[in-house]
């Protein structure tokens, strides 16, 4: 049924490479590839600019493998981000859609900032799964990278719904082994746009100018880039019709409540089956 449900950051292709055209990105860097949907619209981008994409990975999946075996001006870094970002050097944009939770995306964006800045490189800045269910709940997909400070209480059994602040055990969202997520949504330090929150509060208070634009649509796009960049309007003007939009925010919660709804009907379809057997 996954197929269902569409949830790539390539669906925001065009939106992102409007907003790399208008910025005129070159030096790239993505973090988490997947099977390389999006990797292989940056390539392109980047190639045609006479850049590079960086894409940064311990574990893509083995589409992604095949496909930059043979891919120009891409480089492949299988670590993870916090370990591969700071030994890069003049990146032009990022594009994070890795581990989604707190400790994760905060660190990530404090580096992009620094490298940023120590590179004269103003901050631009895409990040996924800014809205439900990352937004104020965290997951995991390597709990034991993230220190106990910083991690929520988790499961890898429980799942979400939109009605439920807590997980429930063998119904809604879940990842079925392959990620965990916090028993609890909200409070401090838990979820992707508390962590980009935080982060520009942090900006804000520094004196810093930064803008953030929030596209409510296949689990939430955000943009965070600096408002004093030559290109700062450009992209603002591309970005304005989606930022924070009712239409596409009402559409999204009818395609969630309509895909658990799918998620329901194939866990009691399962259950009468095992019943029976």
Not at 65 to 74: E, G, M, N
Not at 165 to 171: C, F, H, S, V
Not at 218 to 234: E, I, Q, R, T
């Amino acid at each position: 049924m996954t197929d269902l449900l569409i949830h790539s950051m390539s669906e925001f292709a065009d939106i992102i490479l409007g907003c790399l055209t208008a910025a005129d990105a070159r030096e790239i860097v993505e973090v988490g590839a997947e099977f390389g949907g999006m990797s292989q619209h940056l390539a392109d981008h980047a190639g045609q600019r006479g850049g590079k994409l960086t894409s940064i990975d311990p574990a893509p999946k083995p589409a992604f493998l095949d496909w930059v075996a043979t891919a120009d001006h891409v480089r492949h870094l299988a670590q993870p981000s916090l370990e591969a970002m700071p030994g890069l050097a003049d990146v032009d944009a990022w594009v994070i859609d890795g581990d989604h939770n707190y400790y994760t995306v905060a660190h990530e964006l404090a580096i992009a900032d620094q490298l940023s800045r120590r590179d004269g490189k103003p901050l631009l800045a895409f990040l996924h799964d800014v809205s439900w269910p990352c937004a104020r709940r965290d997951t995991y997909y390597a709990p034991d990278r993230i220190p106990a400070e910083w991690c929520q209480p988790y499961s890898f059994e429980g799942g979400m719904t939109l009605d439920s602040a807590d997980l429930i055990p063998g119904r809604g969202f879940r990842g079925g082994g392959q990620f965990a997520a916090a028993l609890h949504e909200g409070g401090p330090r838990n979820g992707v746009l508390t962590a980009v929150e935080d982060f520009l509060a942090s900006a804000h208070e520094e004196g810093r100018a930064l803008s953030f634009a929030f596209v409510p649509a296949v689990f939430g796009l955000g943009v965070v880039f600096a408002s004093d960049a030559p290109w700062s309007a450009a992209v603002t003007d591309l970005l304005r019709p989606f930022h924070d939009n009712p239409l596409l925010t009402r559409m999204e919660e009818n395609r969630l409540r309509n895909y658990l709804a799918v998620i329901d009907w194939q866990d009691r379809t399962n259950a009468e089956a095992q019943k029976a057997a």
